[in-house]
């Protein structure tokens, strides 16, 4: 978890942000801090698993769209893509004998995969909001 806090707040201050964008990403850390600290240690695996994988599928998906061969809906694809994976992950401890199938882990993997890509469009959104309004000044 420290790991990818490091890894997010070095990639983000390389787009040199400004008041608002520090807001709102301290508000979306507090909001996965409170999640973190509330949930139990399984849960934590999975909210910072599938987050990291959401992540960065969105991520692949927008870097297709900008070269103009992706699909429409990106943050929509990237939610159902991470859960499908999430529930086949579950699915597949049916049948291990060592695992347990619990359909409330599905629950927490899409939980994870939705926040993880609406922080990561909020944030975007949020730049290039600012970036609009700088330019019209």
Do not use: C
């Amino acid at each position: 978890m420290i790991l990818i806090g490091v890894i997010v707040l070095t990639q983000g201050l390389q787009l040199k942000p400004h008041g608002f964008d520090i807001g709102i990403a301290i508000g979306i850390f507090v909001v996965y801090l409170f999640m973190f600290f509330r949930m139990a240690i399984p849960e934590r695996s999975h909210l910072i698993e599938y987050s990291v994988l959401a992540v960065f599928i969105f991520e692949a998906l927008s870097e297709r769209r900008q070269n103009g061969r992706g699909l429409k809906f990106t943050a929509s694809a990237a939610i159902v893509m991470t859960s499908l994976i999430g529930i086949f992950d579950e699915s597949i401890q049916i049948f291990l004998p060592n695992r347990v199938f619990d359909p409330q882990d599905m629950l927490f993997n899409i939980l994870a995969a939705t926040m993880a890509v609406l922080s990561v469009s909020g944030l975007r959104w949020v730049i290039l909001w600012r970036n609009r309004n700088r330019q019209q000044r």
